[in-house]
């Protein structure tokens, strides 16, 4: 038996290949953990890469190796999850022709390789595979606008971001009578996450067009999911959502808990981490939140946006979702003091100035 480091180190991995039974000693979640076999990420020259703070699941992050068929895609949107997802698809070998309203925004985007454009028009001329990674689908619909006169027959317009599902259903249809096929994308996971291949991307549309675009997520995904026709991705994003925002408040309440009994922040997350109270959201959040470090990842603004879409769904099939409508007034608390713009986690915040 070898441990990981010296598997890592002793060779390049292919993807898909059994690196083995690894044993993940002390910072195995359980020891269901412990028995489990991981594949290569497919990193080239090199190992999976390790981070005993973030759990096991790293072990088979995002595949960044060299593409068999380098593609190239559009991508309209380049902030937070634009960024990252633009450094994977180019750090795998892949063009990005890329439009952003910031101009640092673009420059960053061609430091990094990529061909940054004056307008969006120009992404969508340039390139048959088109991502959006916008705030909401608002700013989607205004770009679909702006670059209709440059859509063509056979083009995949991927939405990456969260928003109304009945718009990802309805997008469908008109562009699909257009012979333009459109994918709601949606990632479960912040930029960092994003940035280090361990987001999950959930996929509504045709089959065939998530055919050609399941590769090129799994540049930034360590799992990708068709979850059936248009705006299924949409839906199921809201699901996960809720679930993740929950389970990030229960943590913030907590360690705020913890703390007003005079505890330790950091010992009670590490206790909360090997306890059954365990959630992912303890590795990606938890650290943050004991630091105070509230430098945006994914922003608390985006996610009450979220929870409203939410709300606004449950409402419309006669679903009640109490702890949701408690999220809710939290959220619009921390937007009240001015938090909107700092990384989701920094609901903390407003549950201690509540004290």
């Known amino acids: ?105 673009r420059l960053k985007l061609s430091q990094l390789g990529g061909v940054r454009t004056a307008t969006p028009a120009e992404v969508a001329e340039k390139a048959d595979i088109v991502w959006l990674a916008l705030p909401n689908d608002t700013i989607s619909l205004q770009v679909l606008h702006d670059i209709d006169g440059s859509l063509r027959l056979g083009h995949i317009i991927a939405d990456l971001g969260t928003g109304d599902p009945r718009t990802a259903e309805s997008l469908a249809v008109q562009l699909g009578d257009r012979g333009v096929t459109f994918l709601d994308a949606t990632i479960s996971g ?80 590490s206790v909360l981490r090997d306890s059954m109270a365990y959630s992912r959201i303890m590795d990606t959040k938890g650290p943050k939140m004991v630091a105070r470090d509230f430098t945006p990842e ?16 449950a409402a419309r099939v006669g679903q009640s979702l109490p702890l949701t409508d408690e999220h809710q007034r939290l959220l619009e608390v921390a937007e009240s003091l001015g938090l909107g713009d700092l990384d989701n986690s920094a609901i903390l915040e407003t549950l201690l100035r509540q004290s």
């Open 1 to 105: 038996m070898h441990s990981f480091r010296e598997l890592s180190g002793s060779r390049s991995w292919r993807i898909g290949e059994t690196v083995g039974w690894i044993p993940f000693d002390g910072f195995a979640k359980s020891a269901a953990d412990k028995e489990v076999g991981y594949s290569a990420c497919g990193v080239t020259g090199r190992g999976c890469p390790i981070d005993e703070s973030l759990g096991v699941r790293l072990f088979m992050s995002g595949r960044t190796g060299n593409p068999e068929r380098p593609a190239t895609i559009g991508l309209i949107g380049l902030g937070l999850i634009g960024s990252a997802v633009a450094e994977r698809l180019l750090a795998a070998g892949h063009t990005v022709i890329g439009f952003d309203v910031s101009e640092a925004a």
């Open 190 to 269: 912040s930029s960092a996450q994003v940035r280090r291949g361990d987001v999950l991307v959930m996929v509504g549309g045709e089959e065939s067009a998530f055919g050609v675009c399941q590769r090129l997520f799994e540049s930034f995904a360590w799992q990708v999911r068709h979850v059936g026709p248009s705006g299924r991705g949409a839906w199921m994003k809201l699901v996960t959502n809720l679930v993740l925002g929950l389970n990030r408040a229960a943590l913030a309440e907590g360690l705020a808990f913890a703390e007003s009994l005079g505890l330790d922040p950091a010992t009670a997350l």
């Open 298 to 313: 994914a922003r608390l603004s985006q996610h009450l946006k979220d929870v409203r879409l939410i709300r606004e769904a």
